[in-house]
């Protein structure tokens, strides 16, 4: 099925920094969604965004909804080991039920 | 409460078994969803309910059967699976009928394992 490109792949970071990734479309979305997931459980809803230009904060973590429409972005400050993940963007085009999921980033925070 | 259920939350089945995995969700959302997700991977969309009627089918094969009894329950029954549809089995619910009609919330998931 359809997804988004979402990017990076991977990081490994240190414990402290800052981390930015983002989700690209060529399709407009009207809501941006951003889960977490450990494994073996369920994605987390970290950030939801339904207005384009909007930044919504959530503790550490920023996300904006692209002015364009077809992008978000997600960044994390200060990281700390438990972001350890897999941190999946998903757009939704208001129409339908669906959302479209990106490929996912996975994170590695050294301590 | 944003809170939605799945049981059992692991399951080892053989080929010619039938089984069900079940999700409960409180919030009163109208639209609930079976999705599939292999490791590392985004979750794939299988089945959407909406007011309790069948509306989308990702052209699942019918060894998967989702019912949905009431606005709260979610019901996937499994028969004659095959060793690849081995997965994490994730539901999940959302309103319908509000701008956040998308934002859907997802349960722990089974871990569904096809011998």
């Known amino acids: 099925g359809q997804q988004l490109n979402q990017s990076p792949q991977s990081m490994f970071i240190q414990e402290g920094e800052d981390v930015s990734m983002n989700c690209t479309s060529s399709s407009i979305f009207n809501t941006w969604l951003w889960y977490k997931q450990d494994p073996g459980e369920g994605p987390v809803l970290l950030i939801a965004l339904y207005k384009a230009g909007e930044l919504t904060s959530n503790g550490r973590l920023t996300a904006q909804f692209g002015i364009t429409r077809k992008d978000s972005f997600l960044n994390i400050s200060a990281s700390i080991p438990s972001d350890v993940g897999i941190y999946f963007c998903?757009?939704?085009?208001?129409?339908?039920?669906?959302?479209?999921f990106g490929t996912g980033t996975l994170l590695a925070v050294q301590p | 409460d944003t809170e939605v259920t799945q049981t059992p939350k692991h399951l080892v089945m053989g080929m010619t078994n039938k089984k069900s995995l079940k999700c409960e969700q409180h919030m009163g959302h109208r639209a609930m969803y079976w999705y599939k997700q292999k490791a590392k991977k985004p979750p794939e969309l299988m089945f959407v309910y909406s007011y309790e009627k069948l509306s989308i089918n990702e052209s699942v094969p019918s060894r998967f059967s989702p019912e949905c009894p009431n606005s709260s329950l979610l019901n996937l029954h499994l028969h004659a699976l095959q060793p690849e549809d081995s997965a994490l089995y994730l539901c999940?619910?959302?309103?319908?009928?509000?701008?956040?009609?998308?934002?859907?919330?997802f349960g722990p998931g089974t871990r569904l394992l096809v011998l």
């Open positions: 998903a757009g939704g085009s208001g129409a339908t039920n669906k959302l479209i």
């Open positions: 999940a619910s959302s309103q319908e009928g509000t701008l956040s009609q998308e934002t859907q919330y």
